[in-house]
Nanobody, 111 residues
């Protein structure tokens, strides 16, 4: 059974950093296409980043050059390093593999 559990969110000031983790079970992260999405209050889900099975990455224009997606084979975990955070980055962040998504982790950027 594919399971995903995101963690690492929290309250951070503008300009700060957070690293989100997505622990996976039931499949191998390092050979899978995986994505990060986010959903702000009152809005629909927004795609944030993708990493393919061969390691290619891509980012939404709103987070490019600030966020970095990566993975750890030994820990079977996907990460999202978020730097230079802005209030508009406030959202529930969740990882996905295919149609399976984790429960999400809340990121709040506020002074």
């Amino acid at each position: 059974e594919v399971q995903l559990q995101a963690s690492g969110g929290g309250l951070v000031q503008p300009g700060g950093s957070l690293r989100l983790s997505c622990a996976a079970s039931g499949f191998t992260v390092s050979t899978s296409l995986m994505t990060w999405f986010r959903q702000a209050p009152g809005k629909g889900p927004e795609w944030v980043s993708i990493i393919t099975s061969n390691g290619a990455t891509n980012y939404a224009a709103s987070v490019k050059d600030r966020f970095t997606i990566s993975r750890d084979s030994a820990k079977n975990t996907l990460y999202l390093q978020m730097n230079s955070l802005k209030p508009e980055d406030t959202a529930l962040y969740f990882c996905k593999k295919g149609t399976t998504r984790g429960q999400g982790t809340q990121v709040t950027v506020s002074s």
